[in-house]
C-alpha cells in the first residue's frame, strides 16, 4: 500500500470511481509525466449536496468542506490515470480553484484550501503546490465550488 493510499485510509478517506466527464471533453490528460484533471466538481455518487453563492447562501466553512470533495475526486482521477497506483505520484504541481461568490466576498483562498490541505494530508510534501483561487459568479449545476488540477507521476 502506497504512502497515499495509507494516509486515505487513515483519513477514513474512501475514493470513488473517478467521475465521468458531463461533455464532450475528458477527465484527464497524460503528457509526458504531466496528469492534467479537468476542473471536478463536489460531487458525492454523482450529486451535489451544497448549492448557490458563497457569501450568500453557503458559508466559507461548507464551501472549503466542498472544496475537500472536490480534491477527493482529483485523486480519484489522478489515480485512475495511474492506473490505480498512487505510488507514482511524485508532485502535487498546482490545483486551481473557482468560487461561486458573490461580488464583495473576498475569501476564496480559505474556501480552496479544502483542497489544498487535502493534497498535503494524502501526499505530505509532494502535495505541496502552487495554485489559484478566484471568483466566479456562477459555475456549472450551480456548484459553490469546482477545482481542477496538474500533477507530475512517475512513468
Not at 20 to 39: E, H, Q, R, T
Amino acid at each position: 500500500m502506497s504512502v497515499a493510499e495509507t494516509n486515505l485510509k487513515a483519513l477514513g478517506i474512501t475514493l470513488p470511481e473517478a467521475p465521468m466527464p458531463a461533455a464532450n471533453y475528458v477527465p484527464y490528460v497524460l503528457s509526458g509525466d504531466l496528469v492534467y484533471i479537468s476542473g471536478q466538481l463536489p460531487l458525492i455518487e454523482g450529486k451535489l449536496s451544497i448549492t448557490g453563492h458563497v457569501g450568500k447562501d453557503v458559508t466559507t466553512e461548507q464551501a472549503a468542506d466542498q472544496a475537500r470533495i472536490c480534491g477527493i475526486n482529483l485523486i480519484a482521477q489522478l489515480k485512475a490515470a495511474c492506473g490505480g497506483d498512487l505510488s507514482r505520484v511524485e508532485q502535487v504541481v498546482k490545483l486551481g480553484g473557482f468560487v461561486s461568490c458573490t461580488s464583495d466576498f473576498t475569501s476564496q483562498p480559505e474556501v480552496v484550501n479544502g483542497a489544498s490541505n487535502l493534497m498535503v494530508e494524502v501526499f505530505g510534501e509532494a502535495g505541496r503546490h502552487a495554485r489559484f483561487a478566484v471568483g466566479a459568479n456562477t459555475l456549472p449545476r450551480g456548484t459553490c465550488v469546482e477545482v481542477e488540477g496538474l500533477f507530475r507521476i512517475a512513468k
